[in-house]
């Protein structure tokens, strides 16, 4: 029989394939690639809008408080499942033995993502008693939502300021406030009467990272007349890692001291 030249072109084809799964074995099990060379598209996963081009889910945000800095074993009471663990944190000795000894899951928290979710997702709130330009520029790198409802930037307007916070807090409408004042010894006593605000003041890094790991705090009450600009910035990145959700041992006392009048 002769040869015509569509039998060569096919029987060119055949072989061509054949040599190609042979030099790579990986490749004849991808799409298209049964009677003859996949197409270069096939070895690549679609890029979509809601997919990144590696083909990888976006990272879960955390479900959970993620803890932060040394969490001891004490620290773990009362969870269950998944623990979450913030940018940092790390687990001492013991808690490591109670994680296996009680089959907890550790999760780490990517930094991009506990900014992404603001501690869980609800935006942070802000006011500011009086003017400071180099707050208003760190409220608006991290995009702080001003408190709503509160007429006046005076040391009046606090009192008002707290109950609307208190009550935000309550009904889950946000987690974490920030109170940029001229002095703090006002704002950090009425704050900490409200029963669903726990304020710190962020005198300094390890002020701030006691007040989430011992308190998880939920207000951060920053003097701007004692920091400039990039002080703020740091401390404010660094509450912003808080779950704004109290310790279960310290839910107990407060509970115990509820009556305490």
Not at 3 to 18: R, S
Not at 53 to 74: D, E, I, R
Not at 148 to 162: D, H, N, W
Request: glycine letters at 10%.
């Amino acid at each position: 029989m002769d040869a015509t030249p569509e039998l060569v072109e096919k029987i060119t084809k055949a072989v061509l394939a054949a040599l190609a799964r042979q030099a790579n074995p990986d490749r004849a099990s991808l799409p298209g690639a049964g009677g003859g060379l996949a197409p270069e598209s096939a070895a690549l996963p679609q890029t979509t809008a809601s997919a990144p081009w590696c083909g990888a889910a976006a990272p879960a945000l955390p479900a959970g408080p993620a803890l932060t800095g040394v969490v001891t074993a004490k620290r773990l009471a009362g969870l269950e499942g998944t623990i979450y663990l913030a940018p940092g944190a790390r687990l001492s000795p013991l808690a490591q033995d109670m994680v296996k000894q009680r089959g907890l899951r550790v999760q780490e928290i990517a930094a991009n993502e506990m900014k992404k979710s603001g501690a869980g997702g609800s935006p942070w709130l802000y006011w500011m008693q009086g003017h400071c330009p180099s707050a208003l520029r760190v409220i608006e790198q991290f995009h702080g939502r001003l408190l709503e409802g509160i007429q006046g930037t005076s040391g009046e307007q606090l009192p008002a300021v707290l109950r609307s916070l208190n009550r935000i807090v309550a009904e889950g409408r946000g987690k974490l406030a920030v109170l940029f004042v001229p002095a703090a010894a006002s704002a950090i006593c009425l704050a900490n009467r409200c029963a669903n605000l726990r304020a710190v003041v962020g005198t300094g890094r390890r002020a701030v990272q006691e007040g989430i790991d011992l308190l998880g705090a939920n207000v951060l009450v920053l003097e701007y007349p004692q920091h400039g600009f990039l002080a703020m910035a740091e401390l404010l990145e660094l509450f912003l890692i808080s779950s704004g959700v109290a310790p279960v041992p310290l839910q107990r006392q407060l509970t115990q001291l509820a009556a305490c009048r």
